[in-house]
Every structure is written in structure tokens, then in C-alpha cells.
């Protein structure tokens, strides 16, 4: 009788820990929405107000000091574009976590991919990557590929009872 009694109350007490979890993975997921819905108002604006700069230095100076606005303005376009999929992966990581409740190695890899490619863009972009960290990054990139790779071909067995 008593084993029965504390497996009643492990149960419980499981169920509570599950429920709990799931209600703070959906503050999370709420947090992120809210976070990639700031970073997509903040890239419009961003663009917004890089065509309206690029248009008065036209106005202004004529076509020949357009170049380096052109790449300076891309630039932080570039990197808020780059960190806006970063984000939305980061996003599809906590949703797949409320509906299988556990964190898939293949999703987790591909948030890694998204995420250094995103550095080596930015580094590549701003011409401030030297051929020992590109192949460091390259090196990291494979190796989170494989276990992209990985991950979809050997998926995990479920007991099934």
C-alpha cells in the first residue's frame, strides 16, 4: 500500500513538473514572438531609414559619395536580416520543444548552422575575417552539419510499450 502512495505522489508530482515546464516554455515562446515582432519592426525601420538617407545624400552630393553609404547602410542591413534568422530558428527550437517535449538534436543542429553562417557572413562582409578563423568556422560549420546529418539518418528509437 505505501509503494502505491508514493508512486501516486511521484506521479503527481511528474505531472506537475511537466505542466509547469510546458507553462514556462509558452512565456518563452511568447517572449521570443515578441521579440522577433521587435527585430522585423526594427529591420523595417532600419530600411526605412536607409532609403531615405541614401536619397538625401543623392539629393545632396550627387552619385559619388554613394559607394560607401551604400555599403555601410548594407551592411547593418546584412547583420539585422542575418539575426532575424537567427531568432526565428531560435523560435521553431522552443516550439518543437512544447510539441515533442524534448529538444531534437537535427532542430538544434540547424540553429548552430544559422548561426555561425550568420558570423562568417558578417565577418566575411565587413572584410574582417583572416583565413585561420574562416577555416576555424568552416571546421565548426561541418561538424554541426554532420550532426545535422546525423541526426536525421540515426533518429532516436521510441519504446513503444
Known amino acids: 500500500m505505501s509503494q502505491e502512495i508514493g508512486a501516486g505522489a511521484r506521479g503527481r508530482t511528474l505531472s506537475f513538473y511537466g505542466k509547469l515546464l510546458d507553462l514556462i516554455v509558452i512565456a518563452l515562446i511568447f517572449v521570443m514572438l515578441l521579440t522577433l515582432l521587435g527585430a522585423l519592426v526594427g529591420l523595417a525601420y532600419d530600411f526605412a531609414v536607409a532609403v531615405s538617407t541614401l536619397h538625401e545624400a543623392a539629393a545632396a552630393q550627387g552619385l559619388t559619395h554613394i559607394h560607401s553609404l551604400v555599403e555601410d547602410l548594407g551592411q547593418g542591413?546584412?547583420?539585422?536580416?542575418?539575426?532575424?534568422?537567427?531568432?526565428?530558428?531560435?523560435?521553431?527550437?522552443?516550439?518543437?520543444?512544447?510539441?515533442?517535449?524534448?529538444?531534437?538534436?537535427?532542430?538544434l543542429a540547424e540553429v548552430g548552422i544559422v548561426f555561425v553562417l550568420r558570423e562568417m557572413?558578417?565577418?566575411?562582409?565587413?572584410?574582417?575575417?583572416?583565413?585561420?578563423?574562416?577555416?576555424?568556422?568552416?571546421?565548426?560549420?561541418?561538424?554541426?552539419v554532420a550532426a545535422r546529418v546525423a541526426a536525421v539518418q540515426f533518429p532516436p528509437r521510441h519504446n513503444e510499450t
Open 77 to 107: 542591413l546584412v547583420i539585422d536580416v542575418l539575426s532575424t534568422f537567427v531568432l526565428i530558428e531560435l523560435f521553431r527550437t522552443f516550439t518543437d520543444y512544447l510539441e515533442f517535449h524534448r529538444l531534437r538534436l537535427r532542430v
Open 121 to 144: 557572413f558578417i565577418g566575411l562582409y565587413a572584410h574582417r575575417m583572416d583565413s585561420t578563423e574562416l577555416l576555424a568556422i568552416a571546421a565548426l560549420l561541418a561538424v554541426l
